[in-house]
């Protein structure tokens, strides 16, 4: 590009002439290559971070694109708007520019507003309305939950490339810093810009001002140490802010639970749902349910999927009037819940229809249908809600077809654009004998039931969760399944959605459900057309209901609090009684298990595993303990055994590293490397291959301990003439400070004429004048008595030079440790 | 007119320089020795001057690094008694030139005389055929007069007619400059005051001192008894031992900075001729010392009388004095 601005066409018009000017600031200095790292090479630098700043922001649509589609057409524009800034460069001024770049935001602004429904007399017609919208956005509304995410972003992102490059180009890094850090601001606000892609775009910034200015100024390489202090700065205090623990706020979050607990995971904000690998669960009480007949307990629905976490896109309405009904035939229920400890959520069966007046003030409700509090909901809060139970029969949903309604096709067939197509062709397999969406609906659920096993104990994937555990994993707990049954769904083109909540919980009486943290749940609903959304369990709820009953049993024996409230103390965890015949029946029986171990050890498990399955199953057969925790325990135990005490993450490394460039900078910048040699210097003498070095080099140490002691030498002052004058302004001086006339002193300055003016000095010579420097030095220590004394002995003692300087040495390095001791 | 010893013990060769002549070998003298002699004469011309150490040091320091001095101070403080005590303390030829407003140059070097009897022209040499050459009052003499030393001085020959005759070995002037009565006297040629290697004052003597020399004068003068403790030729060797002496570069590039310094923050800084005269007072200076090579404390030590003069300002209030003493403070001694 620096050829484009360096052939600056300089014909035409005035003002075209001034542009070619401006731009040729950094051609001249191109033309005048006169240092290796010169104007030049920041001009290269300054243009990088210009770059990296529009990937920044470009990364974040990107994400967004990834997820609901459009990134072809994303990067399509991304860089004709490259090219475009680079044409446009030169031909065109910056207010020209800022009006095109204008004229584009406000293109795609209306191309938004059009396809999605809304019409560009909107922005006429309800101004207001529409500020409120950007409000909303700006304050968190995260762009992924946008309904026509896409294409908002393909309108938002061409002027800020543009804006940015253009300045850029013309060297006004400062300027174009602006566009490129506004656009990143607003995705920050909105919550779409992660930590990592914040902090790239804020550094990518700051490099593009300041390796801009240090172009402008002609400044050298060696500046640039300042901007990685700076770096090195921002990295680590940014950082440091996720290491300090936030509190929790907002009303979606569960009072109680922290990020490690499966509730923390599908509930950790209302309106995304993320995976991590393992967690625990915690057997408190949530809430209490009057019901007549038992449900899950939905507290969220989700439509869109990243490839690593759910999003709900829409936003809230308050809860004003009856929500929306199944359009099938519906029995209703009343359910009374009552919160028995903080909690941001508020569980109803689905589909909830209403919920009491009183609460429903306090109450917002999704676009799905689904009702969330508007405030934390605190314990002894109940509310009243009603729901439409949907439950068809097997003759009914085989009927009820694949004619769905425009706006469920629209928002819960989205698959994640970089689902690969062998998703597609497993879960065709899978399906091959279906005919009907319940057909296969009920085939997927069959299939992830028997071929995966239940586990709260595995890592979290990489990449996307659905594929990831389809291909790659043996076990997993709901989100697992329940994502891959949503997404395996929407490849055979049937809407389906991910929900969260809690099953029914432990039934204490006819109608009373304790529902605890253990429970907490996701599972898919399916839509039928004429009846609405039928929820389906792909989790193996035998093997779940176990893993969550042992935890229970444990947490009662260990007398947690708040595992039971009154009427439930008294209730055994299991209907069943007889815990270990159970578990006899069920092991051995369960013949997926068994091919599920041969699988893994066949081909699936890449990495050696300590405590192999099968191993696991006898575990739990034999000893007839929980097998749950204590395998989980176990597999922890060894885990840890077979790596590191602690984990050495990537992060901290790169955290290290940033930090140690940093510190190398800032040492470079304050000279401290020097400093520090000469304080170890002074102390400490090396003797090389040249005498005449060491002489010389041992003054410098004497030079400097009498600049400590006294003061440095001017630069007029010969070394004779230093110490002379020293001589002649010391009067009386305490113990511990060098006397000028000291004999050893005159022995070192000679040494150290002869060395530098005169015909050499020996080798012995040498030794000599660096041991006198030594114990002087080692007199000056606040320990120099003690230390000196031996150093005496062993100067005397030792007749070679190396054994003596050795000697020296020893002693010094101890005087040293002292000296830091005090 | 001319003040010299007539020149009837005339045992100088006054013969034109013939080129192959030149190229004798001198065989130096060892290191100690020259020490002692350094501290020989000291101890003798102290015998006559009383104080004045530093000075007397300065002029020895010039006699054996083949420099000229110039005194330069109000009459009567002992500037000619000084330059008498340093002739007679070695064992050579010491001339005396008194400068007068009338003098010629031909006073100084010596004319060609017709010889009545071999019938031929005879080069009757001047006062300047000496080893060693007490100008008295030289800003007295036109500046006509003074050019005649100029050769003399640098080059260490005269011209006569046309013929150029070598001046003896060792040749030093000592030459004595008189600091009033500054409408009878003519600035010495800013080209003759640079071939001077050092200009000295010696200023009143302390009254301790003062009145040490009453006592020392009140009979017959200490230098009508004063003995010579070396000859010519022990001089020679002596300066070659001197102009043998190691100056290792970091002093050659401290003499540079220096110089360089006064170049920058003066009208007119020091000359390399002033350079090479500092670098031999420093060596002559070292060997007074005792050592076989130059230290940065020996170029301080001659700093100030061997580039004073030659540095002009165009300040009146800083003098060359003021911009050496700077220069000795400010230009770093290690590079």
């Known amino acids: 590009m620096s050829t484009d601005t360096g052939s600056g066409s300089a014909t035409g018009t005035s003002s075209d002439r001034r542009n070619a000017r401006t731009i040729s600031l950094g051609v001249t200095d191109t033309a005048s290559q006169s240092r290796s790292i010169g104007p030049d090479m920041f001009r290269i630098l300054a243009l990088g971070c210009a770059l990296l700043l529009i990937a920044s922001f470009v990364r974040v649509l990107h994400e967004v694109t990834q997820a609901v589609g459009g990134t072809p057409s994303l990067f399509a524009l991304v860089v004709g708007m490259l090219l475009a800034g680079t044409l446009l460069a030169r031909l065109i001024r910056p207010r020209t520019a800022l009006l095109a770049a204008l004229t584009v935001a406000g293109l795609g602004f209306a191309y938004y507003l059009e396809s999605s429904g809304v019409g560009v007399g909107i922005v006429l017609s309800q101004t207001g309305a529409l500020a409120a919208d950007i409000g909303t956005l700006a304050t968190g509304h995260q762009l992924i939950r946008t309904v026509e995410a896409g294409i908002w972003t393909l309108g938002f992102a061409p002027a800020p490339v543009f804006l940015t490059w253009y300045l850029a180009l013309r060297g006004r890094y400062a300027l174009s810093v602006l566009p490129g850090g506004f656009a990143l601001l607003f995705l920050v606000l909105t919550g779409d810009a992660n930590l990592n892609v914040t902090l790239l775009g804020t550094l990518a910034g700051l490099g593009a001002v300041g390796f801009g200015e240090l172009e402008r100024r002609g400044g050298s390489i060696s500046q640039a140490d300042l901007l990685a202090v700076l770096f090195a700065l921002i990295i680590v205090l940014s950082l440091s802010v996720s290491f300090v623990p936030g509190g929790d706020s907002g009303p979606a979050s569960i009072g109680a639970t922290d990020a490690g607990t499966l509730e923390g995971t599908i509930d950790s904000a209302g309106e995304r749902s993320g995976f991590t690998g393992q967690v625990d669960l915690s057997p408190e009480v949530r809430f209490t349910v009057e019901s007549e007949r038992p449900s899950y307990w939905r507290t969220g629905v989700y439509d869109r999927f990243t490839g690593d976490e759910w999003v709900r896109t829409g936003q809230e309405q308050p809860l004003d009037g009856p929500i929306n009904e199944p359009p099938g035939d519906h029995e209703t229920m009343q359910q009374l819940v009552t919160a028995e400890t903080d909690i941001g959520v508020m569980p109803v069966a689905p589909q909830p229809l209403s919920v009491t007046d009183g609460a429903a003030q306090y109450a917002e409700v999704t676009s799905h249908g689904q009702v969330h509090p508007s405030t934390t909901l605190i314990e002894g809060d109940s509310y009243v809600a009603e729901s439409a139970i949907v439950d068809p029969g097997h003759g009914e949903l085989q009927q009820a077809g694949t004619d769905y309604p425009e706006h469920v096709r629209d928002r819960y067939l989205q698959q994640p654009e970089d689902t690969s197509d062998e998703f597609a062709e497993y879960t065709a397999n899978v399906t091959a004998d279906a005919e009907t969406p319940y057909e296969k609906a009920a085939a997927i659920e069959h299939h992830l039931r028997t071929s995966k096993s239940y586990s709260l104990d595995v890592d979290q994937p990489s990449g996307n969760v659905a594929e990831e555990f389809l291909f790659e994993m043996d076990e997993g707990y709901c989100i697992y399944f329940a994502t891959t049954m949503t997404q395996m769904l929407r490849a055979e083109e049937v809407p389906t959605r991910y929900v969260t909540g809690y099953t029914s919980g432990q039934q204490v009486d006819d109608t009373t459900h304790v529902v605890r943290g253990l429970d907490a749940h996701a599972w898919v609903e399916v839509y039928f057309p004429d009846h609405g959304w039928v929820a389906f369990e792909p989790t193996p709820s035998g093997e779940r209901d176990d893993v969550h009953a042992d935890q229970l049993e444990d947490a009662r024996e260990d007398g947690v609090e708040n595992v039971d409230i009154e009427e439930s103390e008294d209730v055994p965890v299991r209907e069943d009684d007889d815990d270990e015949d159970e578990q006899d029946e069920r092991d051995p029986a369960d013949p997926e298990e068994e091919d599920n171990n041969e699988t893994n050890g066949d081909e699936r498990d890449p990495e050696p595993d300590p405590d192999p399955d099968p191993e696991n199953g006898n575990n739990g057969t034999t000893d007839g303990t929980d097998p749950g925790s204590d395998d989980g325990s176990d597999t922890g135990d060894e885990r840890s055994a077979l790596s590191l005490p602690f984990t050495v993450s990537r992060e901290l490394l790169a955290l290290t590293t940033v930090v140690l460039i940093g510190l190398a900078a800032g040492i470079h910048r304050t000279d401290g490397r020097k400093r520090l040699q000469h304080l170890v210097g002074l102390f400490w003498q090396r003797s090389t291959d040249n005498p005449d070095d060491d002489a010389a080099r041992a003054y410098r140490r004497l030079e400097r301990l009498l600049g400590r002691t006294h003061r440095a030498r001017r630069p007029g002052e010969s070394a004779r003439s230093y110490v002379a004058a020293l001589r002649d302004e010391v009067t009386g001086d305490g113990k511990g400070s060098l006397d000028p006339a000291d004999d050893r002193i005159e022995t070192v300055l000679e040494s150290y004429e002869r060395a530098v003016y005169g015909g050499g000095v020996s080798r012995q010579e040498a030794a000599k004048t660096i041991e006198a420097v030594d114990e002087l030095a080692r007199e000056q220590l606040p320990m120099g008595g003690i230390g000196a004394d031996t150093g005496d002995g062993d100067g005397g003692g030792g007749s070679g030079d190396d054994s003596s300087e050795n000697g020296d040495k020893s002693t010094c390095d101890d005087d040293d440790t002292t000296h830091s001791g005090n | ?335």
């Open chain 2, 1 to 335: 007119m001319t003040d010299a010893d007539p020149p009837t013990d005339m045992v100088l060769e006054t013969t034109p320089i013939d080129a192959d002549e030149q190229t004798e070998e001198i065989d130096p003298l060892p290191l100690t020795r020259v020490e002692s002699i350094g501290t020989d004469i000291e101890d003798n011309v102290a015998r006559v001057i009383v104080g004045h150490e530093s000075v007397i040091e300065h002029v020895i320091t010039a006699l054996l690094g083949r420099g000229h001095v110039l005194l330069d101070d109000v009459p009567g403080v002992g500037k000619t008694m000084l330059a008498r005590s340093i002739a007679t303390s070695v064992d050579c030829t010491f001339r005396r030139i008194q400068f007068t407003p009338d003098l010629l140059p031909t006073d100084v070097t010596g004319v060609n005389v017709f010889n009545q009897q071999t019938r031929e022209f005879e080069f009757q040499p001047g006062p300047i055929f000496g080893n060693i050459v007490l100008g008295d009052e030289i800003n007295r003499a036109p500046p006509k007069t003074q050019s005649a030393l100029l050769e003399a001085m640098e080059e260490q020959q005269v011209t006569a007619d046309g013929e150029t005759r070598s001046l003896p070995s060792p040749f030093t002037v000592i030459a004595t400059q008189n600091a009033i009565e500054p409408n009878r006297t003519y600035d010495l040629p800013f080209a003759e005051l640079d071939r001077f290697m050092k200009k000295l004052h010696l200023g009143y003597p302390d009254p301790k001192d003062e009145a040490e020399l009453l006592g020392r004068t009140v009979g017959t003068h200490p230098i009508e008894e004063l003995e010579s403790v070396t000859d010519r030729e022990t001089l020679v060797r002596a300066r070659e031992t001197v102009s043998r002496i190691e100056v290792a570069a970091p002093v050659r590039a401290y003499v540079t900075r220096l110089a360089g310094y006064t170049r920058e923050n003066a009208h007119i800084g020091a000359s390399p001729r002033g350079t090479i005269a500092l670098l031999r007072a420093a060596q002559a200076r070292a060997v007074i010392n005792g050592r076989d090579y130059v230290t940065p404390d020996d170029v301080q030590a001659e700093a100030a009388v061997v580039l004073s003069h030659r540095v002009k300002t165009n300040n009146r209030t800083r003098d060359g004095k003021a911009i050496v003493a700077d220069a000795l403070e400010q230009v770093p001694v290690d590079g």
